[in-house]
């Protein structure tokens, strides 16, 4: 849910509602000429300083001076949501966040961080008129990052470094992740913003390392510095907050609604992966059910690697399967490698796939299955070409795949959070009920997924992995405990995608999304919605349910919790630490009440 694939600087939930759709028009034309899609890369647009004459808004009133502010258009991951003209400013300090904050308290404005925009929600609330809001961007100036070396070791960072930055700096200090999203232009800001996580939990017989956790980043947040409302001096200050302190349960997982501008993280040794990539394994054999699954299904990977990334295309016969391996020596048949994205054809559009895309975009959907089928040929084909099918090297290298300027694809994205030994079943009745419902689609001639189906299975946030005694658990982290389910260890995930306006897509993920609600219930699993993704889905679109956004959501991060430690307390301690709203939104409004 947020600007940010999340980002607290990306933006996780990060504003309001109200978008421009992508025009089938827009769709087509980037189709049409994708040999490589580096025109899709999000960079800033139409960026005028302001006073210029060019400006169309007028300008924030008594807005700070010495804090550069300027107008540009704001576009998210999918290019779903583009508006014009917004007022931005690029603070230098966290103490010019603070001016910010207390300026927009003066003035009855808004603000909202600003990262990478890898996410799928909206950001603004008017698209027509987006006035009473400024984005912070955190990405040109709050990029710090220092290594506390030691044991145990730990990184401190501001919120608008990437991740790529981020990695890199850890590699070099010998220090690096389990996991974390493979999107390395994301920043760190809207990763803990919104729980982001990669893929992963410790094969059978692997002895988890020190400052590691296979939960979500945010759960090795050590503390976190935010901009938060002193009553003491009816103002907003800087304010320091222990892993300790009750009120971190909802900072460190916290959809946008608070402005992080430091936090500082336990990590431990880098590990050298290997990853080889397979593409004859049947999606029958990964995907089969407990009762005839064997070692080449996804739990059984699972037990022997622990890593495991699963991509599936609708229509097709075998996935694009990615195991992780933690090998600390180069395996002879592997190719070493020393830098992340070592997919290239990841990011270009083979002319072939680009005209059938063209066509669907068109309107002529029927040709999905030749579509899908295409996309999986040119991965297969592109691992050979590019000798990338076995490689090694150090985490990130590994883990970071993504670029910008991959296809644009929207997503819904929902956990099951359960025991180990269920992956295997959890994971056969979902896809028996995917392919079902695609079928009865086909069926009347209807295709709304022509984007893979994406799997992966994580561990959860385990506090003790912070190494701080007494550490507490992230409220709103998909991938938090449920003590009344301590047999609960594990999250499946489903990433369900698609391209943007392919007619029935969000009737048919809200389908999807009811049945995951109704399927893994009571002693079998509980579920989350991924909050950088969309959710909540209708045919009116994305986060349009009602009683998901206003029951469900919430009820899932109440229900097995302590009394007071749950859903409320969270809203509780956003009111407390920002009762005006200066970080909120008409969207965040709507999530939170």
């Not at 998210?76 to 603070?98: I, K, M, Q, R």
């Not at 040794?269 to 009762?291: E, M, T």
């Not at 809200?510 to 909540?536: L, N, P, Q």
Request: charged share 15%.
């Amino acid at each position: 849910m947020a600007r940010t694939d999340n980002d607290q600087c990306q933006d996780p939930g990060q504003d309001a509602p109200l978008s421009r759709p992508l025009t089938r028009r827009a769709l087509l034309g980037t189709a049409a000429g994708a040999v490589a899609l580096s025109a899709l890369q999000w960079t800033p647009l139409g960026r005028i300083p302001a006073a210029h004459a060019a400006s169309t808004l007028s300008a924030p009133p008594d807005f700070p001076a010495g804090i550069s502010l300027y107008q540009q258009t704001f576009q998210n991951w999918s290019e779903e949501v583009t508006v014009d003209g917004l007022w931005t400013c690029a603070p230098a300090t966290a103490a010019d966040v603070v001016t910010l904050a207390n300026w927009a308290h003066a003035q009855g404005w808004t603000l909202r961080p600003l990262g990478g925009a890898y996410s799928w929600s909206p950001v603004v609330t008017d698209a027509t008129t987006p006035t009473n809001v400024v984005l912070v961007d955190c990405a040109t100036s709050l990029t710090a990052v220092t290594v506390n070396a030691g044991s145990p070791a730990s990184v401190t960072a501001q919120p608008g470094v990437t991740m790529d930055s981020f990695l890199a700096t850890l590699k070099s200090a010998g220090y690096g992740l389990t996991a974390f999203p493979v999107m390395g232009y994301a920043t760190l800001g809207g990763v803990l913003a919104t729980g982001g996580r990669g893929t992963g939990v410790p094969a059978v017989g692997e002895t988890p390392p020190s400052g590691h956790t296979y939960g979500s980043l945010g759960n090795l947040v050590t503390s976190l510095t935010a901009v938060v409302w002193d009553a003491g001096s009816s103002g907003y200050v800087l304010r320091t907050f222990q892993r300790t302190d009750p009120e971190i349960q909802a900072l460190i997982t916290n959809v946008g609604r608070v402005f992080v501008t430091e936090v500082t993280l336990r990590v431990g040794a880098d590990q050298r992966l290997r990853c080889q990539s397979w593409f004859d394994v049947s999606a029958a054999d990964l995907y089969a059910p407990p009762a005839t699954a064997g070692s080449q299904s996804l739990a059984g990977y699972v037990a022997s690697s622990g890593r495991v990334v699963s991509i599936w295309f609708p229509f097709t016969t075998s996935p694009w399967l990615r195991v992780f391996t933690p090998t600390p020596k180069q395996p002879w048949t592997s190719r070493a490698v020393n830098s992340p994205y070592n997919y290239p054809f990841n990011d270009i559009v083979p002319q072939s796939v680009s005209n059938l895309l063209s066509e669907i975009v068109a309107g002529d959907t029927s040709i999905t299955p030749t579509f899908t089928a295409a996309q999986m040929d040119a991965i297969s084909a592109g691992l050979i070409a590019t000798d990338s099918w076995d490689l090694w090297g150090w985490s990130s290298d590994m883990l970071v795949y993504v670029r910008p300027t991959t296809l644009r694809i929207t997503s819904t994205c929902w956990n099951v959070v359960t025991s180990r030994a269920n992956v295997q079943q959890v994971v056969s009745e979902f896809f028996a009920q995917y392919q079902a419902q695609l079928a009865a689609y086909q069926a009347q001639g209807l295709y709304p997924m022509n984007g893979p189906l994406e799997i992966r299975v994580t561990g959860l946030d385990d506090a003790a992995d912070c190494e701080v005694p007494g550490a507490l658990g992230a409220q709103l982290s998909p991938l938090r405990t449920r003590p009344d389910h301590p047999e609960w260890d594990t999250a499946v995930w489903f990433d369900m995608t698609t391209v943007p306006i392919t007619p029935d897509a969000h009737t048919f993920t809200g389908e999807m999304e009811a049945w995951i609600r109704a399927t893994y219930t009571g002693d079998y699993g509980a579920v989350h919605a991924e909050w950088s993704k969309e959710w909540a889905n209708t045919p009116a679109g994305a986060w349009t349910d009602t009683a998901v956004i206003g029951t469900d959501i919430p009820a899932s991060y109440t229900e097995g919790q302590a009394a007071g430690d749950g859903w409320a307390a969270a809203m509780a301690t956003f009111a407390a630490l920002d009762p005006a709203g200066v970080f909120s939104s008409d969207f965040l409004n709507r999530v939170f009440g």
